[in-house]
């Protein structure tokens, strides 16, 4: 039970880690940047959620 918690702890830090490196390499203004890190680092996991359906480019 505890490996099943661990890897739905260390899934979203992965996920949350890799939104985190998309918005600062992204190619939105500094202010944008700055508005979502700070989302993400008080709300980890619903901010990257937000991020990820909101205001991430998706690749074409």
Not at 12 to 23: E, N, Q
Not at 28 to 37: A, D, Y
Request: charged letters at 10%; proline letters at 2%.
């Amino acid at each position: 039970m505890h490996a099943i918690f661990f890897l739905f702890y260390l899934a979203c830090f992965v996920f949350w880690l890799w939104m985190l490196i998309d918005v600062l390499t992204s190619g939105n203004s500094t202010g944008t940047k700055i508005l979502w890190v700070i989302i993400m680092l008080f709300l980890p996991l619903l901010g990257s959620i937000l991020y990820f359906f909101l205001a991430r480019k998706k690749a074409t």
